[in-house]
């Protein structure tokens, strides 16, 4: 048999520019991403990784999703023909994927679609350890794979084998993060029908915590609310349960429970970058003079901390590929972005919600403080947070914002990611979408009126010339 007549079909152009993103591979199910679309990824993916001279096995897993075991099944056919050997882990956090994929040394797929509404799903690749797989890394070649389509040669078929990871997820953890001997608190933990109600109860077994479920049942169609506590909405329940029941914290979860979200025991949302500067604080102590990477959208509050306890703060650009990358290259310790996203040298510099949300229960187990209390001196700063506007020409837009503000007096600009104004305690970002005609305003300022003030005159800018 020649390796030609082996050849799939093409995946259609305009298919493959709406599901190939930046990071990942992302549509509707099946009208975009289908059984087929999927067998061949797993094949281009092994040759990928042939070529590359890597390990032809991989490690698979998948989330709740009504349509995840199928299309997680077609992949690990594709992969299997293409001679890979397949581990199968099965229903995993994206985060328990990761650590499988640093366990095993194996490069690895995890198949969700995050926060996405029921009829999205997807695909997260990395290499072994964890390594991130992103457009400029792996997805480019892929996609152009698929648009030739993916030709087979003629090769012995690996095998498909299955493998409960999910203890040694927990236990890895627990080497990482000691909650044993914290207080005993009353711990409420959302998991918005998504991953975290699989892997919060291994994960908290046997501590001294009183766990309060909400939404832990697996259910792909999210009947309670999206599975997305970036939006405020989605947060409701938790605060609610917090006061309700007088508990210590409240922890929220993704879809695939790589990103958590805190709420103190007033029922308050705790942002993600006071988050970020308690674990960097915890991270440094343990690692004096540790390097922690944030990303521009970030709290200023994160590189003040990391400086004053004696590290080095180094500034990203957003997004999982940057912050491993600039982690990689520095051997940082820790990472946080202003999205619920915690990277963590131990854990193969891949984000782990759950590992963030034991940071925050460490801190406070081991504090007669409450949560609000021990977190006041994070709290530093106002900020907007990210504010979308449909704009067509958003080169332009910005290209505007930049003139108007670059002739100021005591006003510095920067183009790391795209364009930072930033003044006597303020700062302001505004970011084009990878995906969507979309600019994205960001704001940060020492006092709230100043925050308003700039907030309202840039988003004048945006809107006023947004068509």
């Not at 990482?176 to 959302?190: A, C, E, H």
């Not at 309202?456 to 006023?464: F, H, K, M, N, S």
Request: proline share 5%; charged share 20%.
């Amino acid at each position: 048999m020649s390796a030609e007549a082996n050849r799939s079909a093409p995946v259609d152009a305009d298919v493959l520019a709406s599901i190939v993103k930046a990071y990942d591979i992302r549509g509707v199910v099946p009208s975009q991403l289908d059984a087929r679309i999927c067998h061949d990824i797993g094949a281009a993916f092994v040759q990928l990784l042939e070529a590359e001279g890597e390990v032809a096995g991989l490690v698979v897993g998948h989330d709740m999703r009504p349509t995840s075991p199928e299309l997680a099944a077609a992949f690990a056919d594709g992969a299997a023909s293409a001679g890979a050997d397949v581990t199968m882990i099965g229903l995993a956090s994206t985060d328990e994927l990761y650590c499988a994929s640093g366990l095993l040394g194996l490069p690895g797929a995890m198949f969700t679609a995050s926060h996405n509404p029921a009829q999205y799903n997807g695909i997260k690749l990395c290499r072994a350890y964890a390594a991130p797989v992103g457009q400029e890394s792996g997805l480019g070649q892929i996609k152009d794979a698929l648009a030739r389509g993916v030709s087979i040669p003629p090769t012995e078929r690996g095998s498909i084998a299955e493998r409960d990871m999910l203890a040694d997820y927990a236990a890895h953890l627990h080497s990482l993060v000691d909650l044993s001997g914290g207080r005993p608190m009353t711990v409420v933990v959302d998991a918005g029908n998504g991953m975290a109600g699989l892997t919060a109860p291994a994960v908290f077994a046997g501590l001294p915590m009183t766990l309060l479920p909400l939404f832990f049942e697996l259910d792909g169609t999210f009947p309670n609310h999206e599975a997305n506590p970036i939006d405020p909405e989605n947060l409701r329940d938790l605060q609610a349960a917090v006061l309700a029941h007088e508990a210590d914290i409240g922890l929220a979860f993704d879809g695939d429970a790589d990103r958590c979200f805190v709420v103190d025991e007033r029922g308050s949302i705790v942002s993600p970058s006071v988050l970020a500067a308690l674990i960097a604080d915890r991270e440094l102590a343990r690692d004096p003079g540790g390097t922690v990477i944030y990303n521009l959208i970030t709290s200023q509050v994160v590189p003040e901390v990391v400086v004053e306890a004696g590290g080095t703060a180094v500034r990203s650009r957003v997004g999982h590929s940057f912050i491993k990358g600039v982690m990689a290259e520095t051997g940082a310790v820790f990472g946080g972005e202003h999205s619920g996203h915690f990277y963590f040298r131990d854990f193969w510099r891949a984000d782990s919600g759950m590992l963030a949300g034991m940071h925050a229960l460490a801190a406070l187990g081991s504090s007669p403080a409450p949560l609000s209390q021990l977190l006041a001196p994070y709290d530093r700063y106002a900020a907007s947070g990210e504010i979308n506007s449909t704009v067509v020409d958003q080169a332009q837009v910005i290209a505007d914002i930049r003139s108007s503000w670059a002739a100021r007096p005591g006003v510095a600009l920067d183009e790391l990611d795209g364009l930072t104004v930033t003044g006597d305690g303020w700062w302001f970002n505004v970011r084009a979408s990878n995906t969507e005609p979309l600019l994205r305003l960001n704001v940060e300022a020492g006092e709230r009126q100043a925050l308003e003030r700039i907030r309202d005159e840039v988003l004048a800018q945006i809107r006023g010339g947004r068509t």
